[in-house]
């Protein structure tokens, strides 16, 4: 059976041969026909078997059958809700890959990022959003966001937003939508609030289950290691280095591990990057970026890629910590041998994680293939849980100690900009005390035990007032009484009087107190800024 066989517009078929696609998964011939003939549909199925094109190519053809009408504004006509901000990206370019020359408008809504590229999108027109149900719903209290035109729901990977707390939001925003809608509900598990919430959504669906989760891929090589916690890192190392590793999806448990890997693995001269939840999307999508287009040839992630990522040609995926829910084995595993590929999936289990294995293996209905290496397991005393936790709080409270003095001590910067490392100092070495300079001894300006400033001026040697006059740096001379107390200068005085001698017979001298001149220790001058009129003279 090709796509041709399932009514799908000329443009659409060109479009799908163009990007790799030939014959349609099982999913996609059982809900293609189902969704173009507008009924609601819940899928069942495990990740990798192709529900993205499954309700993206029906969808796409509905909308090219009705546009917009010139003249007419753009609407929000589908709704598709996703957990991840990954698999809204995702979701986004398959429809902008499968749409190319036809009238359909995509957008995608996530957060991590500043909105307003997100708002401004909208504003332009978008028929098809992809959205996570945290940003929209802020989105649509803001008053960015109407879904009284939807005509199609989709909500994927119901199971997981549940596990993500997501359904609550899921509910308020499926209460906004119009009465009349189709709807289309796609999980790879059925749990019993997913059973619940899809039978509030639908109307009399069309049930479609293909390869349920306990069904892993054929094409798929699985083995196992059993190797000490401490030693994963070396056989991971060696693994990477085999020439058959194109790339490789490393899966830790936590996002401290996740780091950590990718540290160690440098360390050995490996490049490698890391996506989890704690990054900045600008740094999740440039890690993605970077090991799509081959530049980092390890991609080390949590849980949260281990569905709805597709990486087209990816060869090797590594459980370097066995999932705690026996589904995430068969999620990220799926991440390799794709679209028919085939793939290797290597897992590594310790002692604490053999209760783990064994919940896997009866998942799957299978043991995994068990192979040797130079660190077989030694440690066959599995940790004591009281000890776990003393040593994951002990390692927390020294991660908050290290915050604490990053931010508390001041960083050296170099010359190149960088902030050098803070040198530590020996145990024997002894701060070396700094002795303080001494500070000079302060002296009165005036009064008793003051100093001369300055020599007397020649006209205090004239008038024989050499030894009481006294003229400070810049200032006007002044007289020092004996008791200490500055009085006023007769400097003035004495130049009048000086002047009035040396002056002919019959002209007397103007008095010093009545000329022009202002009084030695009078007030000083005020200067006043009056307001200029608009003709620019003073007032």
């Known amino acids: 059976m090709s796509f041709e066989s399932l009514n799908l517009m000329p443009i659409i078929l060109k479009n799908v041969r163009n990007a790799g696609y030939e014959t349609p998964t099982p999913i996609q011939k ?14 069942c199925a495990q990740t990798g078997t192709g529900k993205t094109a499954a309700f993206a190519l029906p969808m796409l053809q509905n909308m090219a059958k009705k546009p917009v009408r010139p003249g007419q504004p753009r609407v929000i006509r589908q ?78 990977e119901a199971d997981r937003m549940l596990d993500m ?32 919430l899809a039978m509030d959504l639908l109307h009399e669906p069309e049930s479609v289950k293909v390869d349920p989760v306990s069904s892993t ?19 991971l190392a060696k693994l990477l280095r085999e020439s058959d590793v194109e790339n490789a999806l490393v899966f830790s448990r936590t996002k401290h591990g996740a780091d950590r890997i990718v540290r160690e693995l440098k360390r050995e001269g490996i490049d490698a990057c890391a996506i989890h939840g704690d990054k900045s999307q600008g740094a999740r999508q440039t ?8 530049d980092c040839k390890v991609l080390i992630a949590t849980d949260i890629a281990a569905r709805g990522i597709d990486i087209a040609g990816l060869s090797h995926v590594f459980n370097y910590d066995m999932p705690m829910e026996p589904e995430a084995y068969v999620h990220r595993i799926g991440r390799t041998g794709r679209a028919g590929r085939d793939g290797t999936a290597i ?19 299978k043991r995994l293939p068990v192979r040797e290496s130079e660190w077989p397991m030694e440690v066959t005393t599995p940790t004591d849980p009281k000890e776990k936790e003393a040593a994951r709080q002990l390692a927390k409270a020294a991660r908050m100690a290290k915050l604490e003095r990053a931010a508390v001590l001041p960083k050296k910067v170099t010359a190149s900009g960088k902030a050098a490392p803070e040198r530590k100092p020996h145990r024997a070495e002894k701060p070396q005390e700094t002795a303080k300079p001494a500070l000079p001894e302060r002296k009165p300006r005036f009064g008793p035990g003051a100093e001369n400033k300055a020599p007397a001026t020649a006209l205090a ?10 003229v400070p740096k810049g200032g006007q001379a002044i007289r020092i009484g004996r008791d200490g107390k500055v009085q006023a200068a007769p400097v003035k005085a004495a130049m009048a009087k000086n002047a009035a001698k040396a002056a002919p017979t019959g002209k007397a ?29 003073r007032g």
């Open 461 to 470: 040697r004239h008038t024989g007032t050499e030894s009481k006059l006294a």
């Open 165 to 196: 707390g997501f359904i609550h939001d899921v509910r308020r925003i499926a209460a906004k939508l119009p009465p009349k809608h189709q709807t289309l509900l796609f999980s790879a598990t059925m749990p019993d609030e997913v059973e619940k």
């Open 509 to 537: 001298a103007k008095p010093a107190g009545k000329s022009g001149a202002k009084p030695a220790l009078g007030k000083p001058v005020q200067r006043v800024n009056r307001a200029r009129s608009q003709n620019g003279k």
């Open 79 to 156: 709704l598709i809700l996703t957990p991840t901000r990954e698999l809204a990206l995702q979701i986004y370019e398959n429809f902008v890959t499968y749409g190319k020359s036809l009238p359909v408008f995509p957008c995608v809504i996530f957060g991590g990022v500043g909105q307003q590229g997100q708002v401004d999108a909208l504003h332009r027109g978008a028929d098809t959003v992809i959205a996570c149900p945290g940003r929209l719903w802020d989105l649509m209290n803001q008053g960015y966001v109407r879904l009284d035109w939807v005509e199609t729901f989709v909500l994927d």
């Open 30 to 43: 059982a809900t293609i026909p189902l969704v173009m003939a507008g009924k609601d549909v819940l899928g």
């Open 347 to 365: 897992s590594f289990c310790c002692i604490d994680e053999v209760k783990q294995l064994g919940q896997v293996e009866k998942l799957i209905g």
């Open 217 to 235: 891929v054929k094409k798929i090589e699985q083995s196992l290691y059993y190797v000490d916690k401490v030693n994963k890192k070396h056989l």
């Open 287 to 294: 890690a993605l970026a970077r090991f799509k287009s081959g």
